[in-house]
């Protein structure tokens, strides 16, 4: 059984870090790029960042470009997002999310949601101004 668990949300004050983890179970890590999306109330589920199954390529969505990091640990089936500089605009849940099709390249890396396989319960990151 596949299991994605996120972890590391929380409160923040505007301009400090937070950094996410997702750990996977059930799936040969790496063998999956993974991606964190996001959604705010009342928005649509939103691409943040993804990395590939190698981990040499990465991709942001535009509104997190320089300030967030992700990063993956295959040898604890673990990827994390480091997030800096966070602002009130971010405040969402942030969901990890495993695709399978793009591991079939050490490239790959996908922005669309329906791309992604599995899915984690999301965590939510609240920053207040």
């Known amino acids: 059984q596949v299991q994605l668990v996120e972890s590391g949300g929380g409160l923040v004050q505007a301009g400090n870090s937070l950094r996410l983890s997702c750990a996977a179970s059930?799936?040969?890590?790496?063998?999956?790029?993974m991606g964190w999306f996001r959604q705010a109330p009342g928005k649509e589920r939103e691409f943040v960042a993804a990395?590939?199954?190698?981990?040499?390529?990465?991709n942001y969505g535009d509104s997190v470009k320089g300030r967030f990091t992700i990063s993956r640990d295959n040898a604890k089936n673990t990827v994390y997002l480091q997030m800096n500089s966070l602002k009130p605009e971010d405040t969402a849940v942030y969901y990890c999310?495993?695709?399978?099709?793009?591991?079939?390249?050490?490239?790959?890396?996908?922005?669309?949601?329906?791309?992604?396989?599995?899915w984690g319960q999301g965590t939510q990151v609240t920053v207040s101004s």
């Open positions: 990395v590939s199954r190698s981990g040499v390529s990465t």
């Open positions: 059930g799936v040969t890590f790496s063998s999956y790029a």
């Open positions: 999310a495993a695709d399978y099709k793009a591991g079939f390249s050490s490239h790959r890396i996908d922005t669309r949601a329906y791309e992604y396989d599995y």
